[in-house]
């Protein structure tokens, strides 16, 4: 066997990980075998019922609060665990042991275990993905600290940054010289109308927790994106924004559906329209399928990141094709309700523009997800009274089901990568104690009222009132505790409490 290929907590077991089946696809189209063992499940599932719930409250709040040690009864159970995995794994006898390091909440699990792994065995093991950064805020396009770090305590043989797509190949010839393998810099991009189906095959696919019977699996429409918003790398990360031509994705969609019996998408990249046209041609063929095989309209359900689009750009017919297509739930970086903060932002859009999205959305039985920043550096007292009247205004699609929820953040934090790392100044942005501007501790020069203190106040007041209107939120009360640990961190800092 050519590779095992490991998911590993914590990730949500929402549905199957996209990059060991993009890795798994690559292998099978080279002609060798490969095996996925999806540990990030087993824990949410296996481990809880095996061990009891409260280890599995304990090993998860491990994985998160790097802070947190584990206890000598804990650390056993938990040693037992791994071990199980690794003595599956040998058994395997693998050429190689790739591990998709997701987030860095995936940090902790992979060296533990990789320590537990040095001391078994010499197969080596290459690790990728975008958790290879820095803790909780670090930007994927920061440094890879993490794999330095595996790569220097000789846990590892080799890391991935970047593309599998022109990486795994060159793995496979036996060269390890080509970017984005043990280097800072990224993998060459690749052509994403070359791409080999991802392999879903080793997953059980209707174990996952995603509320569908027959499963979700996770899509791609493109790669990089059209636009640049200041707070977003995204663009450093992927690249020049490529989108999968329409047929190919519509055929993408349906050798999944006819392969695997899923009917449930969701697209993973930062937006399904990016292309218009080829997102109307995808819509089309979907819709020309269902009549085809006599399926009814919607018998595919996608859900997606999308940006939102003039009237000019998508007229009408194109959300009336894309609701009978199965378009089920748009995430839409909306970030403020101010069209001047949005400018300053470079979202591409304004009010009247998002005005006319909701409605059409709502005409045609789409779902919506709404993203706000609270406390972008230009954002007056004036700027985030609109946003609440935004958020007044959007009541009746509440109302209606249209918008199902709203995540409101934890302000704004500026991460390498983006632009606004680059060209703060051009924000009379600075740092705080002489540091450059990063993560939450940054302060406008033109702006002097929106303090830190500020900035979690508004976010406090957002979250209130939105739930005075009925929104709902994801991890909101949880964001609000990170706010308030940070802001006493800080403050702890000052009165030299910690040093």
């Keep these: 066997m050519f590779a ?3 998911t590993v907590p914590r990730v949500a077991a929402l549905r199957p990980s996209a990059a060991p089946a993009i890795i798994k696809g690559i292998i099978k189209s080279k002609g060798l075998d490969s095996r996925i063992l999806d540990i990030n499940l087993d824990f949410h599932d296996q481990f809880r019922s095996r061990y009891s719930e409260k280890l599995y409250s304990t090993i998860d709040d491990y994985f998160f609060n790097h802070l947190k040690e584990l206890d000598v009864e804990q650390q056993t159970a938990y040693t037992e665990w791994m071990q199980g995995w690794a003595d599956q794994i040998k058994q395997l006898n ?5 591990i998709s390091v997701f987030t860095w909440q995936a940090q902790r699990f992979t060296r533990d275990f990789l320590t537990l792994w040095k001391t078994q065995s010499d197969i080596p093991v290459i690790i990728g993905g975008q958790g290879m950064t820095k ?7 920061s440094k890879p600290v993490f794999a330095h770090e595996m790569k220097d305590k000789g846990l590892i043989a080799h890391w991935i940054r970047g593309e599998a797509e022109t990486t795994i190949p060159a793995i496979i010839d036996g060269r390890f010289d080509v970017p984005g393998i043990d280097t800072d ?4 991009r690749s052509d994403v109308n070359s791409h080999s189906f991802m392999d879903f095959s080793d997953f059980d696919i209707t174990r996952y927790h995603s509320g569908y019977e027959q499963g979700v699996l996770p899509a791609e429409t493109s790669r990089g994106c059209v636009r640049n918003c200041v707070f977003c790398d995204i663009p450093t990360w992927h690249g020049k924004f490529r989108y999968k031509n329409g047929t190919r994705l519509s055929d993408e969609l349906i050798h999944y559906y006819e392969q695997y019996k899923v009917k449930d998408f969701f697209f993973h990249d930062a937006l399904c329209n990016g292309s218009v046209k080829d997102f109307k041609l995808f819509n089309q063929n979907l819709v020309n399928y269902y009549k085809e095989n006599n399926l009814p309209e919607r018998h595919f359900k996608y859900s997606s990141h999308y940006i939102v689009r003039s009237e000019r750009m998508m007229p009408e ?3 009336m094709l894309m609701g009978a297509a199965g378009a089920e739930c ?3 970086g909306v970030e403020s309700g101010s069209d001047r903060v949005k400018l300053d932002m470079r979202k591409g859009f304004d009010n009247a523009d998002l005005d ?11 779902t919506v997800y709404l993203l706000l920043i609270v406390g972008f550096p230009t954002e007056t007292r004036e700027d985030f009274d609109e946003t609440l009247a935004m958020l007044k205004r959007y009541q009746p699609y509440v109302a209606d ?8 953040g934890t302000t704004l934090t500026i991460e390498e990568g983006s632009p606004i790392w680059t060209e703060y100044s051009k924000l009379n942005i600075v740092g705080i104690d002489g540091n450059r501007p990063h993560g939450p501790d940054w302060r406008c020069e033109t702006n002097p009222s929106l303090t830190y203190k500020e900035r979690i106040m508004r976010r406090i007041e957002a979250q209130e009132y939105a739930t005075k209107l009925g929104y709902t939120f994801w991890k909101g009360d949880d964001q609000l505790k990170l706010l308030m640990d940070n802001y006493t961190t800080r403050l702890n800092r000052l009165a030299g409490v910690i040093h």
């Design 94 to 98: 693998p050429k190689y042991i790739f």
């Design 185 to 188: 810099t990224m993998a060459d």
């Design 317 to 319: 017919e194109d959300f």
């Design 401 to 408: 089901g249209t918008v199902i929820g709203v995540n409101l």
């Design 4 to 6: 095992v290929i490991l």
């Design 135 to 141: 803790e909780e805020n670090g930007s994927y396009s």
């Design 330 to 332: 748009m995430v839409i």
């Design 356 to 366: 006319y999205n909701m409605r059409m959305f709502s005409r045609y039985g789409v």
